[in-house]
């Protein structure tokens, strides 16, 4: 099958997403996704100069993805507006669960002059800023402890999510379902609105 050369670049970024968010990063390369977009092996070698380049572009579909959906969110009241960004994060890092954990790995790695990297770097701030600013427009005023408190809110909800995602991980089998851990889970799952309401109704 031939590709024009830029729906070729944008076939194995999805493939590759697809990829990653099935089975994780260590599955993807150049040449199986080559393999799979019928193309020769050395044709991604002209949209990537390395898997890196590859991942970094993964991770920018999916910070693009995380963007749509808070943004779908809405509401009037600036409060459940607040709320249904939060929810929405969270929601987007249950359901991509490898995919947010590349993005948090590759983020945090060394800031450097590469073009690609640069980009990735002002799409996450772009992306978590929208969290941010919710709490901001919450305050009435761009203030420094309205950005303060907006920082509070991503990192509450960066928390919240980690302990979701490991206590959803609690294998409930064998009579596991009087762990500690499994009850959280479930109590946040039930009550995760509630939650985030309480935490920035507290700032």
């Given at each position: 099958m031939g590709y024009h050369r830029e729906n070729l670049k944008q076939k194995l970024?999805?493939?590759?997403?697809?990829?990653?968010?099935?089975?994780?990063?260590?599955?993807?390369s150049l040449r199986k996704l080559a393999k799979k977009a019928k193309v020769s092996q050395t044709a991604p070698y002209r949209h990537f100069?390395?898997?890196?380049?590859?991942?970094?572009?993964?991770?920018?579909?999916?910070?693009?993805n995380l963007r749509e959906k808070i943004d779908a969110v809405n509401a009037k009241d600036p409060k459940t507006?607040?709320?249904?960004?939060?929810?929405?994060?969270?929601d987007f890092g249950l359901k991509n669960e490898k995919i947010y954990e590349l993005i948090l790995a590759t983020i945090s790695g060394e800031i450097t002059k590469d073009p690609l990297r640069i980009a990735l770097f002002e799409s996450a701030d772009y992306t978590f800023s929208n969290l941010r600013n919710r709490i901001i427009?919450?305050?009435k005023k761009k203030n420094l402890q309205s950005q303060l408190?907006?920082?509070?809110?991503?990192a509450f909800l960066t928390g919240l999510l980690q302990v979701i995602r490991t206590t959803n991980k609690v294998n409930t089998s064998g009579g596991a379902e009087n762990y500690e851990a499994v009850k959280t889970a479930s109590l946040l799952n039930k009550n995760l609105k509630k939650v985030i309401s309480d935490f920035i109704e507290r700032l």
């Amino acid at each position: 099958m031939g590709y024009h050369r830029e729906n070729l670049k944008q076939k194995l970024i999805d493939e590759a997403y697809k990829a990653v968010k099935k089975d994780g990063v260590e599955t993807i390369s150049l040449r199986k996704l080559a393999k799979k977009a019928k193309v020769s092996q050395t044709a991604p070698y002209r949209h990537f100069q390395s898997k890196d380049h590859l991942i970094i572009e993964v991770c920018l579909k999916g910070l693009s993805n995380l963007r749509e959906k808070i943004d779908a969110v809405n509401a009037k009241d600036p409060k459940t507006k607040a709320i249904n960004g939060g929810l929405a994060f969270i929601d987007f890092g249950l359901k991509n669960e490898k995919i947010y954990e590349l993005i948090l790995a590759t983020i945090s790695g060394e800031i450097t002059k590469d073009p690609l990297r640069i980009a990735l770097f002002e799409s996450a701030d772009y992306t978590f800023s929208n969290l941010r600013n919710r709490i901001i427009a919450l305050k009435k005023k761009k203030n420094l402890q309205s950005q303060l408190d907006g920082i509070k809110v991503h990192a509450f909800l960066t928390g919240l999510l980690q302990v979701i995602r490991t206590t959803n991980k609690v294998n409930t089998s064998g009579g596991a379902e009087n762990y500690e851990a499994v009850k959280t889970a479930s109590l946040l799952n039930k009550n995760l609105k509630k939650v985030i309401s309480d935490f920035i109704e507290r700032l």
